[in-house]
């Protein structure tokens, strides 16, 4: 089984750096853009099938990476991105921040003291629904010779490497926050996953 996960195309949101989590927020014109041109470079891929989340952005994100293909396109709710509560919409770079909690920086630079938001969902979390999503993917047997999208978000992605690395929560973003359309290959040997390659950009 290989697995490529792609974090979706970019929305408004993203350009101001609003917290979008579960806010179901579309991707604009570039965003649209960026994932045709990965669906150009991937178009020698041979997908069997895509998994998305539910969420509108990464849905259209698959879509568009789909192209043409005849494949089956999959919604699952664990590779949703992580809530942030009552803080979605709120700006978190420096020039506007406007977030209650001054420490709420802590998320994207020492995740192991970030406090989740009032009505937010615990980084714990994410990692369970992801890890879960990632061990049912192993353990089904009609999938261990497919080719596999999963059209998924920033923080949701990080937790399915996360798991993989098996790194501990102060590790939580490796190597960073990845691109819009960002594509990471996952390949599954002897019943592990192993990280073949991270946050590639094909535009």
């Known amino acids: 089984m290989k697995l490529y996960m ?6 408004n949101w993203n350009t101001v750096k609003r917290l979008q989590g579960a806010t179901d927020i579309p991707l604009n014109e570039n965003g649209e853009a960026l994932a045709r041109a990965t669906c150009e470079g991937m ?11 539910p969420l509108k952005r990464a849905y259209r994100t698959a879509e568009l990476v789909k192209g043409e293909r005849d494949i089956p396109l999959i919604v699952d709710e664990r590779i949703r991105e992580i ?12 020039e506007g921040y406007n977030i209650p909690d001054p420490d709420f920086k802590f998320f ?15 980084i714990e979390s994410l990692l369970k629904r992801t890890g879960d999503f990632l061990q049912e993917l192993k353990t089904k047997e009609d999938l261990q010779d497919k080719t596999i999208l999963i059209s998924s978000h920033g923080a949701a992605v990080r937790a ?44």
């Open 6 to 11: 792609i974090r979706h195309g970019e929305t």
């Open 43 to 53: 178009k020698d891929i041979p997908l069997d099938m895509i998994f998305t989340s």
């Open 83 to 94: 809530c942030f509560g009552d803080y979605e919409g709120l700006v978190s770079k420096s």
């Open 108 to 122: 994207f630079t020492q995740t192991d003291c970030y406090k989740t938001p009032p009505n937010g969902e615990p």
């Open 160 to 203: 399915l490497l996360s798991n993989i690395e098996k790194c501990d929560v102060a590790h939580f973003w490796g190597k960073g926050v990845h691109k819009n359309c960002g594509v990471s290959c996952v390949e599954l040997v002897d019943g592990e996953y192993q990280i073949l390659w991270e946050n590639k950009i094909y535009y």
